[in-house]
């Protein structure tokens, strides 16, 4: 199973990005797509997901509700990032889950400057 991301960037304070993770390669279908994300020093946390064994109910970080969307198209997700501040800024990372199986993708990284 392979997590293509692409999207990451450097915009500044108010700016917008979107993020795309495409899931290539054998698996059994998808439980969850999403995104977490690492700051320097910081544990990896969850941004957004869509749980499709929830009839696709998305999970939020508090921090991000009402400026990120988070869509999905089956093995592809996308993360509409808007009014970005600097705590954003990390390494995002795509994840699946199949399963029981968790998968990751390489890592984007988004800088947000004031």
């Known amino acids: 199973v392979q997590l293509q991301a692409c999207g990451g960037g450097e915009v500044q304070t108010g700016g917008s990005l979107d993020l795309t993770c495409t899931a290539s390669?054998?698996?059994?279908?998808?439980?969850?797509m999403g995104w977490f994300r690492q700051a320097p020093g910081n544990r990896r946390e969850v941004v957004a997901g869509?749980?499709?064994?929830?009839?696709?109910k998305t999970v939020d970080n508090n921090a991000v509700k009402g400026r990120f969307a988070i869509s999905r198209d089956k093995k592809t997700v996308h993360l509409q990032m808007t009014d970005l501040k600097p705590g954003a800024t990390a390494v995002y990372y795509c994840?699946?889950?199949?399963?029981?199986?968790?998968?990751w993708g390489q890592g984007t990284e988004v800088t947000v400057s004031s």
């Open positions: 994840n699946v889950d199949s399963k029981g199986s968790r998968y």
């Open positions: 390669g054998t698996m059994f279908a998808i439980d969850y």
């Open positions: 869509v749980q499709t064994t929830e009839k696709n």
